[in-house]
């Protein structure tokens, strides 16, 4: 994914194997759909890079993120590819070029804060709120209901 109109991604490295079939959609997506790929989607700066593994070696896409040169730790992560076919291998690159190196973090709205310690009784749902009013309406004490009481 570009932020400030750079690339995170700098590399995606492609492996597999020559004979294998666990590497037939690999094979199938760089004989028929990467040049175009290469041609129409990749950005400029990011290279894709095939590399055949040892025979009947796993195929997968390792992901290599865009640091400075003197950073410690290069963040790169690997997606399997194994048995997959070739829209899907594409699907999986195309996730890849988008990608940020660093996880996501999952937004919620603050009224659906979650704490550390749970409720012992379980979590408050509307079946149990329309279960507390419709007991309340028939006169039943609290505590003897159920919310699949009819």
Known sequence: MSRRGVWAVSELLLRYCDKGGSSKGVR???????????????PQGMQITTRRTRYFGHPTLAVKFAEHEDAKNK????????????????????????TLPYPHSKLRPASRR??????????W???WQRAVNLAESRGVERGGFSPKAP
């Open 28 to 42: 199938e997506f760089m004989r028929d759909v990467l040049p175009e790929f290469k041609e129409k989607e990749l």
């Open 125 to 127: 749902t509307s079946a």
């Open 114 to 123: 979650v704490g550390a310690n749970r409720s012992l009784q379980g979590v």
């Open 75 to 98: 963040r790169r992560y690997v997606v399997p590819l194994r048995n997959l076919d070739s829209e899907t291998v594409l699907m999986h690159v195309r996730r890849a070029r988008d």
